[in-house]
């Protein structure tokens, strides 16, 4: 797929955002910022589940999480309402800050307009493209997030997180989470489903 001059314009854009981040996190040894290696993360999985991912599509996975640090789960109150809340919020942060960063590239209204859709997941289970945005991202949080939860966590909650995970999935999705490597605790609490 032939991708216009813009995109790598917005991705560095994007790659400089994410790189700000203020927390680092280990992947195979090496540190980077929470959010570049997820936003990469996100890119590498929505290639695998559709390796003839639209331009947009790929902007939508490196945006999902832009800048998520700005907002902090701190800052609402910690029960389910607040959770809901903050997940609210971060996609409207989210997708807002995606068409921040075409515009200036000089992406239209309609492509900027497509990419918050999906960032805001408006079509998930009917659009083809926002399934699969969802699919990479629940796969990337398996990938990278999963033992941070195991050590939060009892196995009860735990198990009750991965299954709400599974069901936002698509069958599709949901065949690549066997691919994973998972860490011991992982293993044990997969093999509970």
Not at 79 to 96: I, P, V
Not at 129 to 154: P, S, V
């Amino acid at each position: 797929m032939e991708l216009s001059p813009k995109y790598a314009a917005v991705v560095k854009l994007i790659d400089l955002a994410n790189a700000a981040d203020p927390t680092s996190i280990d992947c195979n040894g090496v540190n980077q910022p929470k959010e570049l290696l997820y936003a990469s993360r996100h890119l590498a999985w929505v290639y695998r589940l559709r390796p003839d991912a639209s331009e947009l599509l790929r902007i939508a996975a490196q945006t999902q999480h832009i800048c998520r640090w700005e907002m902090p789960r701190a800052d609402y109150p910690m029960n389910r309402a607040g959770y809901l809340k903050w997940r609210e919020d971060l996609k409207r942060f989210h997708s807002q800050r995606a068409g921040e960063l075409m515009a200036q590239v000089g992406y239209g209204a309609e492509e900027i307009e497509r990419v918050q859709s999906l960032n805001l997941k408006k079509q998930l289970k009917t659009d083809a493209e926002c399934q699969t945005l969802e699919d990479a991202l629940c796969l990337a949080f398996l990938e990278l997030g999963f033992d941070d939860l195991i050590a939060k966590y009892d196995d009860e909650k735990i198990l009750s997180i991965v299954q709400k995970t599974a069901v936002k999935m698509s069958e599709a999705g949901r065949a690549f989470i066997g691919t994973i490597r998972f860490s011991e605790a992982g293993q044990r609490i997969l093999a509970q489903l």
